[in-house]
């Protein structure tokens, strides 16, 4: 028997190799391309607000679900990664989970494939798009030779698909 290589689907293709968040308010100088449908030129304030998620675990994913209300397109994005240890280096920075509360974040998730993606900016809403803290989930872990881990979710809700960013300036 014969196995046709075209047949088997695409494995291994998937997730997320990166994602660094910054405070939406440093984002000093964006471009569109409308006919490549790509941001480009994406300048920041603040340099030094970077935070470089360090990804664990495998579980990083970046989603998007389309609903239709009321004959409206709603995008909700939902960025969720794993940190390890039940408090983390990440989520022990009050400060940045009240920035994150209070005026919100953009992401830049780096997928498998190299694409990067402008999560909590968009086209239509700029700023008004960005990332808030939705979810945070501590686990102990179930064996003694397991991990604590914590989970956490960031969200926003607008009306466009994340777009392709390119040409980063950091």
């Known amino acids: 028997m014969t196995i046709d290589n075209n047949l088997i689907p695409n494995v291994g293709k998937g997730g997320i190799e990166s994602?660094?968040?910054?405070?939406?308010?440093?984002?000093?100088?964006?471009q569109y391309d409308k006919v490549k449908n790509?941001?480009?030129?994406?300048?920041?304030?603040?340099?030094?607000?970077?935070?470089?998620i360090p990804l664990s675990r495998g579980t990083a994913e970046y989603k998007e679900i389309a609903e239709?209300?009321?004959g409206m397109l709603w995008v909700e994005h939902r960025l969720?990664?794993?940190l390890d240890g039940i408090i983390s280096k990440v989520s022990s920075d009050l400060k940045m989970l009240e920035k994150i509360n209070?005026?919100?974040?953009?992401?830049i998730v780096k997928t498998k494939q190299?694409?990067?993606?402008l999560v909590?900016?968009?086209?239509?809403?700029?700023?008004?798009?960005?990332?808030?803290?939705?979810?945070?989930?501590?686990?102990?872990?179930?064996?003694?030779y397991n991990s604590p881990y914590e989970t956490?979710?960031?969200a926003s809700v607008d009306g466009e698909n994340a777009t392709v960013l390119e040409n980063i300036i950091l």
């Open 38 to 52: 790509t941001f480009f030129n994406l300048e920041l304030n603040v340099k030094r607000n970077i935070i470089n």
């Open 80 to 82: 969720t990664f794993s």
């Open 19 to 30: 994602i660094s968040i910054f405070d939406i308010e440093d984002i000093a100088y964006i």
């Open 114 to 117: 190299g694409v990067n993606l």
């Open 152 to 154: 956490w979710c960031l």
């Open 120 to 144: 909590g900016y968009s086209k239509k809403l700029k700023t008004e798009s960005a990332l808030r803290f939705k979810t945070s989930q501590i686990n102990s872990a179930i064996m003694m």
């Open 68 to 70: 239709n209300r009321k």
């Open 102 to 107: 209070q005026k919100g974040v953009a992401a």
